[in-house]
């Protein structure tokens, strides 16, 4: 059952450290988390990572193990074989403030670039009617619990520190299409998503769906029909129009 | 050092479901409003909710109303509930979950369009608001984001979006300061830096949660110190009905890295049965007396009540939740359980497997990526697990103050509202409630100032210095003296207590004090996971000796605290409230009898005199047949 594994973990602050190695006990059923935190308790006490829930729910134990993005309270010690060593790094999209944890301020102002949600302005609450149907597209995006390691992995701003300013995050340009769909919104938000969030920015890959520890497709569900939706604004008046005029009504029943 | 100084009207401690509530109401009511936590902002525990927010909108079945939930949660509290905050909860949870819709949730909906309601144990109707299962999620992130809608708003208005309400994520407060008898701020760390930080505010309001990281096998997370009940009774407020700690009848049990780890309750609202390792239904054998005509007493009838509730009584998976857990314990402890040492919580015979990871995706997930099983082909182990404190900070219901002035509390850091036993989906709804409640009542605290207390330097020196002793010694590492506190509550003071066990686990508490002022931190500032548990032992010692020796003193079984050797439940007791106070050093812990008020007429007479009589004296029973003839 027990064996000791390998490990390689980034330790340092700011813009210095290294990668350290480590010799740890693991033990059957164990996650990455697990380990992590034995090295805390045994062997560096200062060992710095986030965590919360220890099962996939609050999206705070965003690592990279041998440089993919993972979860390290989802991800078993199984998956690896018990002579392999161990790679873990924080995510490389954001400063690193120590070890495994990392200043992911970048997200939490694009959440606030967003418009918020809007509801005609006659609907109080309680009264709203919505069939399940009609959310389920928005309450899709909605199981996203935070991690970022969509934005971590999306190749825009991966490397490009210089797009960080113009470009939402696959997160947040989900966030758009979330809000675009609920069927009682009465923003306009198609022109923004393109020209301040840059959904221009986004060629597709997949790499964050790839990644996304709720298996949310947020290229395929959110990303390209957003895409759409901004196209169908652009080139089809005649759509522009209605859209208005719907949403003036406050019908709210939308899109 | 400089220590960073900021100046508001309010802050909040926490960023959970309560917390939010408060600050949203704060600044709704035009407070400069501060919300400090120890994560980042959207990851409190609230986030791990799972099964719903209990709210009678009689949605799905239009007989449920106030009254009826009413009625429902003093059950399931054995009637210790302060029944103000239970009338005050009953009556105003609609609007709460009616208003989150307005900012955005998108819960689950019923055909006609309204929002869905599920079944949970305790609750006559189907009345748990919900979203799949992740609705701790939908609401904290509803929250959060009104939040940011304010601070939009307030981007336009002032040109600053932090101008009224502002976020201090990763951020611990370790001390609340007092000028006089009055709250004049709180001192504490960032976690990020080290860096010092002190807010100068006249009102706090509290809402840290609770503190199941005293035991070994919880559902909580590493936030859940108990700091708020802590820090509330460092600052002089009390704690009331410590000794009622809720086991969830069903945490995972392997692999034992998630040993603990929450098996929503939904799992059985929506078919899972209990089996023993016999294949018996066993929930069956372990209907308590006061519960008898409300449960079904053949499997037959129990299975038929989720297609028929109007003429069907629900199963006994369905007890509250001290129940469940109760009978779980014996069925292992008398050789029943299962190769792991739980019970069997099956779901795949039950339900189709579509309909399994429909209902309940974020299980199936769990399950198969934690423990290798498929929740749709094989049963699960399940066993109980510490998951929610029903004591807390003593404070008034309808502004949840405390008895210092200037502070608050509310949520899971507040106490009284759920006796001695919570019903599952009433911590959400209790969060906006009472969140929204604390929030007004600090605003118009706020409001009846004539000038603001001002924060003395001698106790920002102290805090300051409490804060950084562990860095300076060179002591024994902190994880050690947390192990062994939280072996000790899990096997002296858990589940199933008695005299001498509780005796042992205080004497043990005593110890570990003295071995917690020699722990030391090593590494510097920046980060330092060790450091900031070491911080975190005062607190959780400090709580861990109310909980035994409120238990020591409870010479009965009720709700969250069951005694072997007082295995009934007295009426006598439920008259009395165990409150416990401490010095302002955290020594000299006391626990005093309080008289519970009797409930109001018009509120102990939607009772019957047949339920009562279960529950209260003969004097009590003999006033409510005065009244009934009146
Ligand atoms: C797995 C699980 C599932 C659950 N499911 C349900 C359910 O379906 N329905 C239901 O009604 N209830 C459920 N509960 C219970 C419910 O989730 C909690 O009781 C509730 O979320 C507590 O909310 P809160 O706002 O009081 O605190 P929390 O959400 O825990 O927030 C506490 C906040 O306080 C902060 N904090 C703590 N100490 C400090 C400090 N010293 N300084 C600064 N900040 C601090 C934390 O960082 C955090 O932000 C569940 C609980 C668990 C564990
Ligand atoms: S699909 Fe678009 S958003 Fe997603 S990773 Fe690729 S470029 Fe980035
Ligand atoms: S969309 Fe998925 S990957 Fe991105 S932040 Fe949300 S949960 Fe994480
Ligand atoms: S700790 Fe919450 S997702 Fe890993």
Redesign the interface.
Known sequence: MGYKAKFRVWRG?GGEGKLEDFTVEV?????VL?IIHRL??TQA????????????????CSMEINGKPRLGC?T?MSTFTEDETITVTPMRTFPV???L?TD?SFN?QK??EI???T?PAS????E?????ID?ER??EF?????CFMCNNVCHVIRDHEENKTNFAGPRFLMRIAE?DM?PYDVADRKDAAQEEHGLGYCNITKCCTEVCPEHIKITDNALIPMKERVVDRRYDPLVWLGNKIFKRSGSGSKG | MEIERHEYDVVVIGAGGAGLRAAIEARQQGKRTAIVCKSLFGKAHTVMAEGGAAAAMGNVNSDDNWMVHFRDTMRGGKFLNNWRMAELHAKEAPDRVWELEAWGALFDRTKDGKISQRNFGGHEYPRLAHVGDRTGLELIRTLQQRVVALQQEDEKLHGDAEAYIKVFQECTVTRLLKSGDAISGAFGYWRENGRLILFDAPAIVLATGGIGKSYVVTSNSWEYTGDGHALALLAGAKLINMEFIQFHPTGMVWPPSVRGILVTESVRGDGGVLRNSEGRRFMFDYIPDVFKDKYATTEEEGDRWYTDQANNRRPPELLPRDEVARAINAEVKAGRGSPQGGVYLDVSTRLPAAEIIRRLPSMHHQFKELADVDITKEPMQVGPTCHYIMGGVEVDADTGAAAVPGLFAAGEVSGGMHGSNRLGGNSLSDLLVFGRRAGAGASAYVDGLKARPAVSEESVAAAKAEALAPLERDGENPYEVHHELQRTMNELVGIIRNAGEVTQALEAVEKLKERAKGAGAAGGRIYNPGWHLALDLRNMLLVSECVARAALLREESRGGHTRDDFPGMSAEWRRRLLVCGASPDGSAVTVEEKAQPAMRDDLITLFDRAELKKYITEEELADFDALVRE
């Open positions: 602050e033990n059957e059923g164990e996650v697990d805390q308790a006490p200062d060992l710095a990572v986030r965590w919360n829930c220890k099962a996939g729910k609050c999206g705070s989802m078993r403030i120590k070890d944890v992911v939490y959440a606030r418009p918020s949600f509801p609907v109080k609450p309680g709203y009617r919505m069939q399940q959310v928005s309450q909605r199981k996203c619990i935070e809000l609920h």
